[in-house]
């Protein structure tokens, strides 16, 4: 995906963490779109407890991965999000589960996210470059 | 996916909560049409909403494990409220059957009004959240720079 000099971990997991975002947003905009259908219910992405193990900062005791090739290791890329559903809880009798302060709030909550996640990026680039340019301006 | 797939899925809403404005409006106007092409008062018209499901490619994407597709909103029907009209004594009118009695659209106007402010507000928060998602757009275009 990168060249060599390019195998920055960091990075990897900065983007899996815009993309785990940004599929996150579309959950809570097809919820807002539909706030009025009877019988939908709201959905929601995941991911952050995925690349939490696959950074190895997990709670859960896993055995260390020093190299892809390890058994029951995740490397950072193959971290994907999954889209899960809400089921049995409603708020209203039409059998509508999705609250719209709940997802405006949530949805204001995740647009903020993904500007830090771009600005750590961009941060990130700028790094980058900084060290090609071996420091000079 | 993409960010831009996102627009579409608030603009479904917006297309959505719009034509039951519209809707509203029509029947708002109609509350005393006692005569209609089809014969006899106005009937209160409903949209019926559905979750865009994304049809075969949200099925394929579910296969092969790919991210699906955006989904959002759409207007399965308009339909005709079945509830019964109201009668009114009016004997005088042209339009009164022979036991004086004047059958009124099934229009509530209380209740359209409530459906009106409904509608607009789930119309104001897919604008939010439609600007939110252009802002999040601006954000990734400034990465680079």
Same mark, same amino acid.
């Given at each position: ?137 | ?44 018209? &409903?949209?019926?909403?559905? %979750?865009?499901?994304?049809?075969? /490619?949200?099925?394929? +994407?579910?296969? !092969?494990? *790919? ?46 009004? &409530?459906?009106?402010?409904? %509608?607009?507000?789930?119309?104001? /928060?897919?604008?939010? +959240?439609?600007? !939110?998602? *252009? ?11």
């Amino acid at each position: 995906m990168y060249g060599i000099w390019l195998q920055d971990r960091t990075l990897w997991a900065l983007e899996q963490a815009i993309g785990g975002v940004a599929q996150r947003h579309q959950a809570l905009l097809d919820n807002i779109a539909n706030v009025e259908t009877p019988g939908y219910a709201r959905r929601d992405v995941v991911f952050r407890d995925a690349l939490r193990e696959a950074l190895g900062r997990s709670r859960r005791l896993a055995p260390a991965a020093t190299d892809p090739r390890h058994f029951g290791a995740r490397p950072v890329q193959a971290v994907e999000p999954r889209t899960v559903t809400a089921s049995g809880w409603f708020m209203r009798g039409d059998g509508n589960g999705v609250s719209l302060d709940h997802e405006m709030a949530l949805l204001a909550e995740n647009a903020l996210e993904y500007q830090t996640l771009t600005r750590q990026i961009g941060m990130r680039v700028a790094m980058l470059r900084t060290v090609i340019s071996e420091g000079r301006r | 996916m993409s960010l831009f797939n996102a627009l579409d899925i608030s603009a479904s809403a917006l297309t959505a909560e719009r034509l039951r404005i519209e809707l509203v409006a029509e029947n708002l106007a109609n509350v005393y049409t006692t005569r209609t092409p089809a014969g006899g008062p106005y009937r209160r018209k &409903v949209a019926a909403f559905g %979750a865009r499901d994304g049809g075969f /490619a949200a099925l394929m +994407a579910r296969f !092969t494990r *790919r991210a699906e597709p955006p989904r959002g909103v759409q207007v399965t029907g308009i339909y005709e409220d079945p509830r019964p009209f109201k009668r009114v004594y009016a004997p005088d009118h042209p339009d009164a059957g022979p036991d004086g009695y004047l059958l009124l659209p099934n229009v509530d106007v209380v209740e359209e009004m &409530v459906n009106l402010i409904a %509608a607009q507000r789930a119309y104001e /928060a897919n604008v939010t +959240a439609f600007n !939110t998602t *252009r802002s999040l757009i601006q954000s990734a275009l400034s990465i680079g720079g």
